[in-house]
């Protein structure tokens, strides 16, 4: 038996399928914008921790700050509104070797969240670095 001619063109009508289409697609879309922009965020200020790692065992083993000061100099660079990581700075006057450790919650690093399950709880930065002759 022959449908009627209007519920045959609407059973078979292909109005609205972008428009269907585009709203099923777009959580899938959105939460790869967001897992994007996670990662990156997070890469950046990783790569953020080991540069002030590296910079300020450069200035302590120029003796240019004692471990004290350059623990306080990387965190005041490295403080992000109100969380700072923590800095450890050490100097070892018999091998000669500045060392400063950096370590911040997975959790600060990415601000939406989405990659901090994928990494550990804490992601530490460890920088060594010769000190120089006087």
Same mark, same amino acid.
């Given at each position: ?8 063109? $609407?059973?078979?009508?292909? /109005? ?38 590296? &910079? ?16 306080? $100099? ?5 403080? &992000?509104?109100? $969380? ?9 006057? /018999?091998? &000669? ?23 550990? /709880? ?6 060594? &670095? ?5």
């Amino acid at each position: 038996m022959p449908l009627p001619s209007r519920c045959r063109n $609407y059973i078979f009508s292909e /109005d609205g399928s972008a428009t269907i289409e585009f709203t099923l697609l777009l959580p899938a879309f959105l939460g790869l914008i967001v897992f994007a922009a996670d990662t990156a965020t997070s890469f950046t200020r990783q790569s953020n921790l080991w540069n002030v790692s590296q &910079q300020t065992a450069r200035i302590v083993s120029r003796h240019g700050l004692d471990a004290e000061a350059a623990a306080q $100099y990387a965190t005041d660079l490295l403080r &992000q509104g109100s $969380y700072a990581p923590e800095v450890s700075v050490t100097v070892d006057t /018999d091998t &000669q070797i500045v060392t400063v450790v950096v370590t911040a919650e997975s959790t600060e690093l990415a601000p939406f969240g989405i990659i901090s399950r994928a990494l550990s /709880d804490e992601v530490s930065v460890t920088v060594s &670095q010769a000190l120089e002759p006087i």
